[in-house]
């Protein structure tokens, strides 16, 4: 089912005289349990037209580069196929998406589109809402339980939201049934781009080409599902207990494709729940799955400056202030730490990890960020990088994820613990804690056999 709370008009405009109705890809960029383009899909039948999906690939999305475009247009590959053999044409044309879903929008009855949380993607909407000459749709589909339904408020920490979370979560989790369209749009004429050659879209486009493709992951709404099955068969039953360790690999792989859209968090959460792994795993993973992931959103939904160092609590900045003038037993540059050139073997490893793969073992994400905190001369400048850094080289860089991530390791969503130096009471790691709970040479040898 289609819950009512995830479905908000963007305008006041009527339905108009159209040929089809449009559905506006954007974030969530799947053909499988998408809500947005379910509700596309009845909405069609209703008004007896074809469905049409389009997709705008912009060269100018603030800090992407061809590591991210490349797994992005894998993905829309894949999704382009699985619409078409569903009678939809995929329209996918380089610029700016609300420009191009706006040019679609001159022929379309009704747009639909799903929701993104970015300062951005909160301003291609209003955009398109202003311009289009039709009503304009919104239907919330890459979070379990909607944002606004599940708090009005910026929340202080995961614990203040889980229950709010938990208290609509069944509701929620409901299946989604896929529509049957009675009318195809494969023979509308509609220039568009094919996405077959990614190599060949990839380099037709002008964008940043510091950080390359990598092997690791590649981009699709199958391969998401590939490595759930495998998570689910394998690494989930020891969740509970080991997701911790960076050295026993115990986690699901699935955050880049949660970022860009390609796989549904109902669908992982649902997989997840009816898993044989134990109750103690299976809802360790959904707390970070659900509450966490959630506690993201929230953060970005209602917290105007969260990309800035202004945005952490006023204890965090407070502390940092006081300490920041401790003298730092080691200080690197920015080159130095982008190039994993520093004494500390753990925090080298974790930073060739993310340039080689786009991905980082979540404890050791923790752990790099603090170590920037330490390691320089200013805590804004300290998050500039940390932040600066996160966005360029992971795959799921640049949503509210990354910079909840990023801010965390000054504070957020967290309390005051002991005063140290440099820390103040922000809380502190360091390689004797790694050396102490983990086999930590195991993932330094691991990370090197990636090169």
Not at 140 to 149: A, G, K, Q, S
Not at 354 to 364: C, D, F, I, R, S
Not at 376 to 383: D, L
Request: include cysteine.
């Amino acid at each position: 089912m289609i819950q009512p709370e995830r479905i908000q008009p963007l305008n006041t405009k009527g339905l108009a005289r159209g040929a089809y109705v449009l559905y506006w890809m954007q974030a969530s960029q799947r053909a499988e349990l998408n809500h947005a383009l379910e509700h596309a899909a009845r909405r069609a039948n209703t008004l007896g037209q074809p469905l049409v999906a389009a997709f705008g690939v912009t060269d100018r999305y603030a800090e992407a580069n061809e590591r991210h475009y490349a797994f992005m247009l894998e993905g829309l590959r894949e999704t382009q196929n699985t619409l078409r053999r569903r009678g939809v044409q995929l329209v996918v044309r380089r610029g700016s998406p609300e420009l191009v879903a706006g040019e679609l929008a001159g022929e379309a009855s009704l747009v639909v589109t799903d929701r993104g949380y970015t300062r951005v993607q909160r301003a291609w909407r209003r955009n398109l809402a202003r311009s289009a000459p039709c009503r304009v749709v919104q239907v919330e589909t890459d979070v379990v339980v909607p944002v606004e339904v599940a708090s009005d408020k910026n929340e202080y920490a995961a614990a203040t939201l889980r229950t709010k979370i938990h208290r609509h979560l069944e509701r929620f989790l409901a299946p989604l049934r896929r529509t049957r369209l009675d009318r195809g749009s494969l023979d509308l004429r509609l220039d568009g781009m094919d996405l077959q050659s990614v190599g060949a879209v990839l380099d037709s486009l002008e964008i940043d080409r510091s950080a390359g493709r990598v092997k690791a992951f590649v981009g699709g709404t199958s391969h998401a599902r590939r490595r759930l099955r495998e998570f689910l068969s394998g690494a989930l039953d020891a969740y509970a207990t080991r997701s911790n360790d960076p050295s026993g690999h115990i986690r699901s792989n699935l955050s880049a494709y949660l970022h860009f859209g390609q796989i549904s968090p109902v669908e992982i959460a649902r997989r997840v729940r009816a898993a044989s792994a134990s109750e103690a795993s299976r809802d360790a993973f959904c707390e970070q799955l659900i509450v966490r992931r959630e506690l993201s959103a929230n953060y970005v939904r209602y917290c105007d400056r969260y990309a800035s160092y202004r945005a952490l609590p006023s204890w965090a900045r407070a502390t940092l202030r006081a300490h920041r003038g401790d003298r730092r037993q080691t200080v690197y540059t920015a080159a130095q730490l982008e190039r994993a050139e520093t004494h500390d073997p753990y925090w080298n490893a974790a930073m060739r990890e993310m340039l080689a793969t786009g991905a980082m073992h979540n404890y050791m994400r923790m752990y790099w960020g603090k170590k920037i905190l330490e390691w320089t001369r200013s805590p804004a400048w300290a998050f500039r990088l940390a932040l600066r850094l996160n966005n360029r080289y992971f795959l799921d860089g640049r949503g509210p994820n990354a910079f909840n991530n990023v801010a965390w390791c000054f504070g957020l969503h967290d309390r005051p613990w002991g005063e140290r130096a440099t820390f103040g009471m922000v809380r502190y790691m360091n390689a004797a804690g790694l050396e102490r709970k983990f086999a930590i040479a195991d993932y330094v040898r691991w990370v090197e056999s990636l090169a």
